[in-house]
Protein backbone atom coordinates (compact mmCIF):
# COMPACT_ATOMS: atom_id res chain seq x y z
CA UNK A 1 0.00 0.00 0.00
CA UNK A 2 1.66 3.26 -1.05
CA UNK A 3 2.33 5.45 1.91
CA UNK A 4 3.49 8.88 2.83
CA UNK A 5 7.88 8.10 3.89
CA UNK A 6 9.98 10.90 6.14
CA UNK A 7 13.46 11.05 6.65
CA UNK A 8 15.66 11.05 9.07
CA UNK A 9 12.89 9.41 11.83
CA UNK A 10 14.90 11.56 14.31
CA UNK A 11 17.50 14.48 14.21
CA UNK A 12 18.96 16.34 17.14
CA UNK A 13 20.68 19.56 16.11
CA UNK A 14 22.16 22.85 18.24
CA UNK A 15 19.88 25.86 18.51
CA UNK A 16 20.33 28.10 15.94
CA UNK A 17 21.05 25.36 13.37
CA UNK A 18 18.96 24.74 10.22
CA UNK A 19 17.36 21.39 9.72
CA UNK A 20 15.48 20.06 6.59
CA UNK A 21 13.10 17.27 7.02
CA UNK A 22 12.32 15.72 4.11
CA UNK A 23 9.66 13.63 3.02
CA UNK A 24 8.44 11.44 -0.18
CA UNK A 25 4.41 12.04 -0.69
CA UNK A 26 2.15 9.31 -1.77
CA UNK A 27 2.95 9.29 -6.09
CA UNK A 28 0.15 10.09 -7.38
CA UNK A 29 -1.00 13.26 -4.60
CA UNK A 30 -1.77 16.59 -5.44
CA UNK A 31 -1.68 18.91 -2.26
CA UNK A 32 1.05 18.43 0.39
CA UNK A 33 1.55 19.37 3.92
CA UNK A 34 3.70 19.89 7.08
CA UNK A 35 2.00 19.58 10.79
CA UNK A 36 3.86 19.38 13.73
CA UNK A 37 2.76 17.97 17.20
CA UNK A 38 4.72 18.72 20.34
CA UNK A 39 4.51 15.80 22.79
CA UNK A 40 1.19 15.32 24.23
CA UNK A 41 -0.67 18.10 22.48
CA UNK A 42 -2.92 18.19 19.23
CA UNK A 43 -1.80 18.30 15.72
CA UNK A 44 -1.22 21.43 14.11
CA UNK A 45 -1.11 22.58 10.89
CA UNK A 46 2.07 24.40 9.60
CA UNK A 47 1.22 24.99 5.95
CA UNK A 48 -0.35 23.13 2.28
CA UNK A 49 1.12 23.03 -0.93
CA UNK A 50 -0.52 22.64 -4.25
CA UNK A 51 0.19 23.51 -7.83
CA UNK A 52 3.78 24.17 -6.86
CA UNK A 53 3.33 27.04 -4.17
CA UNK A 54 2.25 27.64 -0.59
CA UNK A 55 -1.75 27.60 -0.52
CA UNK A 56 -2.26 28.04 3.02
CA UNK A 57 -0.03 28.89 6.33
CA UNK A 58 -0.43 29.09 9.76
CA UNK A 59 1.08 31.76 12.06
CA UNK A 60 3.81 29.15 13.57
CA UNK A 61 4.79 29.36 9.78
CA UNK A 62 6.81 32.32 10.14
CA UNK A 63 9.98 33.35 7.69
CA UNK A 64 12.01 30.92 9.50
CA UNK A 65 10.64 28.04 7.64
CA UNK A 66 9.87 27.60 4.13
CA UNK A 67 8.81 24.53 2.00
CA UNK A 68 10.35 23.26 -1.76
CA UNK A 69 9.76 20.25 -3.29
CA UNK A 70 12.48 19.86 -5.75
CA UNK A 71 11.64 17.75 -8.02
CA UNK A 72 9.28 15.38 -8.49
CA UNK A 73 8.90 13.42 -5.70
CA UNK A 74 10.25 15.26 -2.78
CA UNK A 75 8.62 17.81 -0.60
CA UNK A 76 11.15 19.28 1.96
CA UNK A 77 10.76 21.71 4.98
CA UNK A 78 14.00 23.85 6.44
CA UNK A 79 13.56 25.44 9.68
CA UNK A 80 16.58 28.37 9.27
CA UNK A 81 17.77 29.00 12.83
CA UNK A 82 16.05 26.31 15.13
CA UNK A 83 14.62 27.40 18.61
CA UNK A 84 14.17 25.22 21.39
CA UNK A 85 10.48 25.65 20.96
CA UNK A 86 11.14 24.12 17.59
CA UNK A 87 11.25 20.92 19.56
CA UNK A 88 7.79 18.67 18.13
CA UNK A 89 7.35 15.39 15.79
CA UNK A 90 7.26 16.84 12.32
CA UNK A 91 3.85 14.92 9.83
CA UNK A 92 4.52 15.36 6.38
CA UNK A 93 1.16 14.16 4.49
CA UNK A 94 -0.49 14.64 1.40
CA UNK A 95 -3.79 13.97 -0.40
CA UNK A 96 -5.45 13.12 -4.26
CA UNK A 97 -8.21 15.47 -4.81
CA UNK A 98 -10.43 17.32 -2.77
CA UNK A 99 -13.27 14.93 -0.60
CA UNK A 100 -10.40 12.36 -0.13
CA UNK A 101 -8.31 11.45 3.12
CA UNK A 102 -5.04 13.19 4.09
CA UNK A 103 -2.39 10.54 4.63
CA UNK A 104 0.22 11.18 7.31
CA UNK A 105 3.80 9.40 7.08
CA UNK A 106 5.42 8.16 9.97
CA UNK A 107 7.17 11.28 11.24
CA UNK A 108 10.47 13.16 12.12
CA UNK A 109 10.95 13.64 15.83
CA UNK A 110 13.05 16.90 15.72
CA UNK A 111 14.83 17.85 18.81
CA UNK A 112 16.59 21.40 19.82
CA UNK A 113 19.01 21.09 22.27
CA UNK B 1 -10.66 27.44 15.32
CA UNK B 2 -10.20 24.17 16.63
CA UNK B 3 -12.96 21.72 17.24
CA UNK B 4 -14.04 20.51 20.59
CA UNK B 5 -14.30 16.51 21.34
CA UNK B 6 -15.98 14.82 23.99
CA UNK B 7 -14.75 13.50 25.94
CA UNK B 8 -11.89 13.42 26.56
CA UNK B 9 -10.83 9.95 27.61
CA UNK B 10 -12.87 6.76 27.53
CA UNK B 11 -12.03 3.44 29.20
CA UNK B 12 -14.02 0.41 27.86
CA UNK B 13 -13.59 -3.48 28.39
CA UNK B 14 -13.55 -5.54 25.27
CA UNK B 15 -16.48 -5.86 23.36
CA UNK B 16 -17.78 -2.54 24.91
CA UNK B 17 -19.32 0.40 22.36
CA UNK B 18 -18.16 3.75 22.41
CA UNK B 19 -18.83 7.37 20.85
CA UNK B 20 -16.89 10.18 20.32
CA UNK B 21 -18.25 13.61 18.96
CA UNK B 22 -16.49 16.22 17.46
CA UNK B 23 -18.16 19.73 17.22
CA UNK B 24 -17.05 22.24 15.51
CA UNK B 25 -17.87 26.68 15.52
CA UNK B 26 -17.48 26.67 11.68
CA UNK B 27 -19.34 25.53 8.26
CA UNK B 28 -17.51 22.31 7.69
CA UNK B 29 -16.57 20.60 3.93
CA UNK B 30 -15.43 17.50 5.60
CA UNK B 31 -14.62 16.02 9.05
CA UNK B 32 -11.31 13.21 9.07
CA UNK B 33 -10.81 10.76 11.69
CA UNK B 34 -8.06 9.49 12.82
CA UNK B 35 -6.39 6.98 15.22
CA UNK B 36 -2.80 7.63 16.56
CA UNK B 37 -0.94 5.15 19.28
CA UNK B 38 2.05 6.55 21.20
CA UNK B 39 4.67 7.87 19.48
CA UNK B 40 3.41 6.89 15.60
CA UNK B 41 1.55 8.80 13.13
CA UNK B 42 -2.09 9.64 12.94
CA UNK B 43 -3.69 6.64 11.06
CA UNK B 44 -6.51 7.69 8.75
CA UNK B 45 -9.63 6.15 9.41
CA UNK B 46 -12.32 8.02 7.12
CA UNK B 47 -13.71 11.19 6.14
CA UNK B 48 -17.58 12.22 5.97
CA UNK B 49 -18.36 14.87 3.68
CA UNK B 50 -20.92 17.53 4.04
CA UNK B 51 -24.30 16.02 3.00
CA UNK B 52 -24.74 14.19 6.28
CA UNK B 53 -23.87 10.79 4.93
CA UNK B 54 -22.92 7.87 7.67
CA UNK B 55 -19.93 5.97 6.78
CA UNK B 56 -18.82 2.71 8.13
CA UNK B 57 -15.03 0.71 8.33
CA UNK B 58 -15.27 -2.65 9.86
CA UNK B 59 -16.46 -2.03 13.16
CA UNK B 60 -16.07 1.78 13.15
CA UNK B 61 -18.62 4.02 11.86
CA UNK B 62 -18.78 7.77 11.61
CA UNK B 63 -21.84 10.37 10.76
CA UNK B 64 -21.68 13.76 10.29
CA UNK B 65 -24.63 16.58 10.66
CA UNK B 66 -24.24 19.23 8.76
CA UNK B 67 -26.48 21.62 10.45
CA UNK B 68 -25.08 21.01 14.03
CA UNK B 69 -21.52 20.64 12.32
CA UNK B 70 -21.05 17.80 14.19
CA UNK B 71 -19.69 14.61 13.97
CA UNK B 72 -19.85 11.29 15.89
CA UNK B 73 -17.50 8.24 15.81
CA UNK B 74 -18.88 4.69 16.47
CA UNK B 75 -16.38 2.17 17.95
CA UNK B 76 -18.55 -0.88 18.59
CA UNK B 77 -17.81 -4.34 20.20
CA UNK B 78 -14.43 -2.93 20.76
CA UNK B 79 -11.00 -4.81 20.38
CA UNK B 80 -7.65 -4.16 22.53
CA UNK B 81 -6.75 -2.54 19.33
CA UNK B 82 -8.65 0.05 18.92
CA UNK B 83 -6.56 1.39 21.77
CA UNK B 84 -5.37 4.94 21.15
CA UNK B 85 -6.21 8.56 21.07
CA UNK B 86 -8.67 9.90 18.28
CA UNK B 87 -8.59 12.66 16.95
CA UNK B 88 -10.89 14.37 13.99
CA UNK B 89 -9.94 16.81 11.94
CA UNK B 90 -11.96 19.78 10.01
CA UNK B 91 -12.22 21.12 7.03
CA UNK B 92 -13.52 25.04 6.49
CA UNK B 93 -14.82 25.33 3.03
CA UNK B 94 -13.55 28.71 2.30
CA UNK B 95 -14.75 30.42 -0.91
CA UNK B 96 -15.51 27.18 -2.51
CA UNK B 97 -11.66 25.84 -2.45
CA UNK B 98 -10.87 23.56 -0.47
CA UNK B 99 -6.85 22.79 0.17
CA UNK B 100 -7.45 20.30 2.64
CA UNK B 101 -5.97 22.36 5.50
CA UNK B 102 -7.10 20.51 8.65
CA UNK B 103 -7.43 21.56 12.15
CA UNK B 104 -7.62 18.64 14.66
CA UNK B 105 -9.21 18.36 17.77
CA UNK B 106 -7.99 18.08 21.04
CA UNK B 107 -7.79 13.93 20.78
CA UNK B 108 -9.84 11.37 22.83
CA UNK B 109 -7.62 8.83 24.69
CA UNK B 110 -9.37 5.58 24.62
CA UNK B 111 -7.98 2.49 26.31
CA UNK B 112 -9.47 -0.79 25.74
CA UNK B 113 -9.19 -3.21 28.82
CA UNK B 114 -9.18 -6.84 28.24
Known amino acids: EPEVTQTPSHQVTQMGQEVILRCVPI?????FYWYRQILGQKVEFLVS????????KSEIFDDQFSVERPDGSNFTLKIRSTKLEDSAMYFC???????????FGQGTRLTVV | QQPVQSPQAVILREGEDAVINCSSS?????VHWYRQKHGEAPVFLMI?????EQKGHEKISASFNEKKQQSSLYLTASQLSYSGTYFC???????????????FGQGTILTVHP
Open chain 1, 93 to 103: ASRDLPGQGVF
Open chain 1, 27 to 31: SNHLY
Open chain 1, 49 to 56: FYNNEISE
Open chain 2, 26 to 30: KALYS
Open chain 2, 48 to 52: LLKGG
Open chain 2, 89 to 103: GTDVHAGGTSYGKLT
